[in-house]
Every structure is written in C-alpha cells, then in structure tokens.
C-alpha cells in the first residue's frame, strides 16, 4: 500500500560489491566484505549457479539442455560405478546392476515423476516433507534432511574430484609425474572449483551440454567397442558363465545374492534429487502459473525419464564389458581399473590417444560435477537455515557459503586421502536417504489426495528404499556416521545461531487493517500506551481487572487512552514472520489490537516501532511480571514464544534502536 503510514516491509540491506570513494575510511577489509557480501539480499533466487532460478519463463531452456545439467552429476557416475560395482558383486555385477536398473526404473523414476508434479520450484522432496510435517519436529526432521543432503553434494565434490585424480594419476603420459601426490591434486581441483564459484558461475547449462554429450559419445564408442571384442571371442562369455556357475550355483542364487548385493550398487541412483533442483530452468508452456507451471512439469518428467533410459543403458552395458574383460585383481586398490573401469578399456583397447581424449572428457564431467552439487548446496541450505534463523544474514550470501564448502570439502578429502571406494559408502548413504524420503514424501501425497493405488505403489517403493538404505548402513556404516557428523554439525550450528540471533526483532513487515490504523490516528496526537494482555477468557471482567490494575501501579491517569495488545503464537519455531494488526472493540469499550505471530516479543516490539515510525510519537507499553525461573522462562521464549515478555520486549527494542532517546518505553508493573 504505497500510501499507507502502517505498512511497511523490511528487506535486507543489499551489500554492493564495488569500491567508491566511501570505501577509502575503511580500506581492503570494506572492499573485502562487500566482494564477499555481493547479493546478499535474494540469494535464494539469485545465487550464480544452475540451480539458481531463472528471472522469468522467458529465460527457461528445453527440458533436453536442462537434463544435462542433472548429466553433470548423474552420468558422471559412469565415471567410477563400473568399477564400484565390479568390487562389490564380482562376476555377478551384470546381474546385479540389472537389479539396480530395475528399481531405478520402476521405482526412483516414479517416485521422483511425482516429486516434479508437487515440487516445481526446485525444492524437491525435501520442501514436500517441510509441508507435511509442522513446528519444530518439522524443522528438526528437515535440517536432518540437509545433513544428508550436505552428504550427498559434498562427498560428490570430493568423490568426483578424487574420481578426476585417479583419471589423471592412471594417465600412461602422467603417472610418473603425479603418482603418490593424489590428495594434493584433489585439493587442488576442489580450490579450481571453489574459485570458480567465487569469481562468478554463469551459462552452466550451455558448458553441461558440451561435456555431457562429448562425454556420452565417448563412453558410446568404448561401450561399442568393448561389445564388439566380446562378440568377436567366443571364449568370453562362455568362461564368465563358468566362472559364475562355479562360485554361486543355481540361477536362483545368483538373483538371490544379485538382490542382496543391489544397496551396495546405490551410487548408480544419484542425480534424481539433481533432476528435480534444475527444474527452474526448465521452459514452460504459455498458460503456465506459478503455482502451477504445466509445462515446466511436463518438461521435467520428460527429463526424468530420459535421464533414467539413457543410464540404464550404460549402467547394463558398462558393466557387462567390464566385468567380462577386466581382470578382477584390476579393480582392487591399486589396480589400473580401479575407479576408472572404462577408462581402462580405452587405453586398452582404442590406443593411448584415445584413452588420452576419454580421460580428459572424464577428468572435466567430473569435475564439473562437483560444481553442480556445490550448486546444489549454495541453492539448498540458503532457501532453509537462515529462513529458520538457523544461519546468520551472510549465509545468504554465495561467496561466503562457498569458502565454507569449501573448507569442509577439504577436510574430507584429507581424512580421506582422496578414495574413490573409501567414499563410495556416505555417497551412497546420502543419495539413498534422499530417495527413501522422497518416497516417503509421494506415499504420504498419494494418501492424502485419496489415490489408493499409488498408495500402495508408492508405499511398496518407500519399503524397499528403507531396506536398501538399512543394508547399505548396516554394510558400510562410515556413510551414517559421515552423515551423522554432517547432522550433528548443521544442528549444533542452526541452534547457536538461534539462539544468538533470539533477539533480532525478525519481522518482515507490519500491517494494519482498516480500525487498527483508525485507532492510531485517534491517538496519534496524544500519550500513545498500550497494555500487553494475554488473552484468556476475553470477557468484561478481565480487560476492566487488568486495566484498573495497569492504571493502579502505573499512576496512569484515568483520562489516558489505553489500547489493548494481544499476541497469539502461531508456530513458534518460524524465525521470521509476516504481522497483520487487526483492530477490534470488545464488550463495547475496549480498544483491542490483535496479532499472530511466531514470538509474542518480537512481535510487540515490532508494532511499537512501526507506531513510532509511523506517529512520530514514543508508545508506552505496560506489562505484569510473570513469575518462575528466568532460564526456564528463556526457554520458553526460545522454543514456544512465550516465557517472561517484558524483559525479551525491551532487549529486541534494545537491539533494533540502539538510540535511546528514539526507543519506546516499556514499563513493568
């Protein structure tokens, strides 16, 4: 309302990035908190990553460009999967990873189908779950979400790196020169990629589908070629049969242990939840809405789907010619196959050239995979912590989340020592939570939209991702435990920040309906005060008791207006918060503003400032003392709003005007 005194929204101060002659006082550390701070106000739509939502439809690419940025991280897998899987079935990882595609096929691809229909914007399953559940078991079972998922991109920026360094160690040109130095090259690509986001990351879609469509025309060709050296040996698959006869037995073993090998082929899996993050990008159709853009789902779903085909391919084929014609000592650690299966079967088979041209290929899509999970991360965590309040104000910011990326991807890569298989374990925790929880996501969707058959569908897939899930923790328990670490981190640091950040007055905007602003203009030119009353039976006799008691111990003369305030918490665990001020008179007499709002404090304190701003006059306010313990009472304030308001009113107030010849009187009684 453009000219209305009792609305005002406030937004976050935007931090330029350039040095003017104001910079001079201050110097390389002003120029050096505005660089870092650029964008500080919408990081969540404005970050420089594919992740980062376009500014209109009219920037959305085809859904086929779109894909190849979910290419960057999902068909870089090929990269290593061959290889994991050939250490985890042995002869029998042909079979197994048709198991794998299967459940990609009939089960994530599905599920995630789903997810693009209730979540379009780019916040996935995760934002699906943040609706279904409420308060703070809501909040906490998201920010458990963020720590796998923090799991997922971070282990994909060091697994992806690490992944590029066995690619570049393993070269016949550069292994001599780079042998034994593998944790120093990993740092040394993961500091490439830290400052490529801190310099600026833009037309990521344009170089996704340059290397993805170079990358996949390679692994074509070597995937062509391996099939053609089988074919043309008629020993090779009659000795791999053998060989499988001989150590598992009867067909039905093999499907037996092919199905109880599947968690451990988990990494096959990633880039659903990548799928569904990149869908902003997406075109839509004309008639599209935002809140419901048909043809960005559409879009998406087709994405899904192709991605999911064109994996299943190479997963099936990979690892068949690579099982059938590696040697199995070559898979181990140490061995010449290991994390780099068909990078392998290039140099063999197609020349060192050849292999030279696959390597680089590998070498870039890895590691611009990275960049798409830290992406990933910079679009994530900001649209959640400090929404929460969980996060200060300059993690919203890119360039500082970066550096912080950053410097926990290093020490993972150190704790390490760049491991493709050490790492393979939380990749596949966080990849699997991600997935079992979007397919708990869609059951509970499909319930409540009375879809029984779906129900049932989806709830079968939930059942087997929790199974997938609980073998691959149970196997390879380094990947919860990472996990946990991750969880542990992102609560420890979301409630210090919390809790320091208590007494920010966290308001975005204040409103006044129709009687609350004709009650201020009633009192505009007079001693404005206000007596905070939590309402409780609301009848005659509690607002003429507390009146008479707030006018007895604060000599307020009986000629004085007096307004009645009365906050009701919504859901305390919000942070920031929307505050409509409603006017209404009650029993005939009584002047009543109302509110709703997360914290009854903050929200008072805010209503004092705006009436001040807005009036031009100081507002009194006059509270009762509440009595009990003050830490119990902080805790109170802290989880539920409420606790002893007077003293938390004064502090926000204290906080927010630090003039006190500005700030408005709070008065306890």
């Known amino acids: 309302m453009a000219g209305d005194p009792f609305a005002v929204r406030r937004e976050y101060p935007v931090v330029s990035s350039t040095s003017g002659d104001g910079a001079s006082d201050g110097g390389a550390r002003h120029r050096l908190r505005g660089w870092l701070l650029a964008g500080l106000t919408d990081i969540a739509k404005r970050q420089p990553g594919p992740y980062a939502e376009p500014e209109s439809a009219h920037h959305g690419r085809p859904w086929w460009r779109v894909m190849c940025l979910t290419g960057l991280d999902y068909f870089s897998t090929l990269g290593y999967q061959p290889g994991i899987a050939?250490?985890?079935?042995?002869?029998?990882?042909?079979?197994?990873?048709?198991?794998?595609?299967?459940?990609t096929l009939v089960g994530a691809l599905p599920v995630y189908r789903r997810v693009a229909e209730e979540s379009p914007h780019g916040q996935g399953s995760i934002a699906m779950l943040e609706r279904l559940l409420t308060f703070w078991k809501g909040k906490l079972f998201v920010l458990t979400l963020l720590?796998?998922?923090?799991?997922?991109?971070?282990?994909?920026?060091?697994?992806?790196?690490?992944?590029?360094?066995?690619?570049?160690?393993?070269n016949p040109h550069l292994t001599s020169t780079l042998h034994g130095h593998e944790v120093a090259v990993t740092l040394i690509l993961v500091g490439l990629l830290g400052a490529v986001f801190l310099k600026g990351f833009t037309e990521a879609i344009g170089i996704a589908v340059v290397l993805v469509a170079a990358y996949l025309l390679l692994n074509a060709v070597v995937v062509a070629v391996g099939l053609w050296h089988i074919g043309t040996a008629p020993h090779v698959i009659p000795d791999w049969s053998q060989a499988l006869v001989a150590e598992r037995g009867s067909p039905l073993v093999m499907i037996g242990v092919a199905l109880v090998i599947f968690p451990k082929l988990a990494l096959g899996l990633s880039g659903f939840e990548t799928g569904v993050a990149v869908m902003p990008h997406i075109e839509g159709k004309p008639g599209d809405t935002q809140e419901r853009p048909a043809g960005r789902i559409q879009g998406a779903r087709k994405l899904l789907t192709t991605a999911a085909v064109i994996m299943s391919i190479f997963l099936i084929t990979s690892s068949f010619i690579t099982t059938l014609l590696i040697p199995q000592r070559e898979f181990e650690p140490g061995g010449e196959a290991n994390g780099r299966a068909l990078a392998y079967l290039a140099h063999e088979y197609l020349g060192s050239a050849f292999g030279s041209v696959y390597d680089a290929s590998t070498i870039a899509i890895l590691w611009f995979a990275g960049a798409s999970a830290m992406a990933g991360l910079l679009n994530l965590m900001p649209r959640y912590l400090p929404r929460y309040g969980m996060a200060p104000h300059w993690a919203r910011a890119v360039r500082p989340m970066v550096l912080v990326f950053i410097a926990v991807a290093f020490l993972v890569t150190w704790l390490f020592k760049a491991d493709v298989d050490a790492q393979g374990g939380a990749y596949a925790t966080g990849v699997l939570v991600l997935i079992t929880s979007a397919a708990i996501a869609v059951t509970i969707a499909a319930r409540r939209a009375r879809q029984r058959g779906w129900?049932?569908?989806?709830?079968?897939?939930?059942?087997?991702?929790?199974?997938?899930?609980?073998?691959?923790?149970?196997?390879?328990?380094?990947?919860?435990?990472?996990g946990a670490c991750f969880i542990a981190g992102i609560l420890a640091v979301s409630l210090l920040s919390?809790?320091?950040?208590?007494?920010?007055?966290?308001?975005?905007?204040?409103?006044?309906?129709?009687?609350?602003?004709?009650?201020?203009?009633?009192?505009?030119?007079?001693?404005?005060?206000?007596?905070?009353?939590?309402?409780?039976?609301r009848d005659l006799v509690e607002y003429r008791e507390k009146q008479h008691q707030i006018r007895a111990d604060n000599d307020i003369p009986p000629e004085d207006d007096i307004i009645f305030v009365e906050v009701t918490v919504a859901d305390p665990s919000e942070f920031e918060s929307e505050l409509q001020v409603c006017g209404e008179v009650v029993h005939g007499r009584y002047r009543v503003l109302t509110l709703q709002s997360a914290t009854i404090p903050n929200a008072l304190a805010a209503l004092l400032l705006r009436v001040r701003d807005a009036t031009g006059?100081?507002?009194?306010?006059?509270?009762?003392?509440?009595?009990?313990?003050?830490?119990a009472h902080f805790l109170r304030f802290f989880l539920f709003g409420q606790g002893e308001v007077a003293p938390v009113t004064r502090e926000v107030l204290r906080e927010a005007e630090p003039d006190r010849g500005r700030r408005p009187h709070v008065h306890v009684g």
Not at 152 to 169: C, E, G, Q, R
Not at 455 to 473: D, E, K, P, Q, S
């Open 147 to 170: 720590g796998f998922a923090a799991t997922d991109f971070l282990i994909t920026i060091t697994l992806s790196a690490a992944d590029a360094t066995a690619h570049l160690v393993e």
């Open 498 to 537: 919390r809790v320091a950040r208590a007494f920010e007055l966290r308001v975005t905007s204040v409103t006044f309906d129709p009687l609350a602003e004709r009650f201020m203009r009633d009192t505009a030119h007079r001693r404005i005060r206000f007596i905070a009353n939590k309402p409780e039976r």
């Open 455 to 482: 129900t049932i569908g989806f709830g079968v897939i939930a059942v087997i991702f929790l199974y997938t899930t609980g073998v691959n923790v149970i196997e390879r328990p380094d990947g919860v435990k990472i």
């Open 617 to 631: 006059q100081r507002p009194h306010i006059y509270f009762e003392w509440t009595e009990g313990h003050p830490l």
């Open 86 to 103: 050939a250490l985890a079935a042995g002869l029998l990882s042909p079979l197994a990873t048709v198991v794998l595609v299967v459940v």
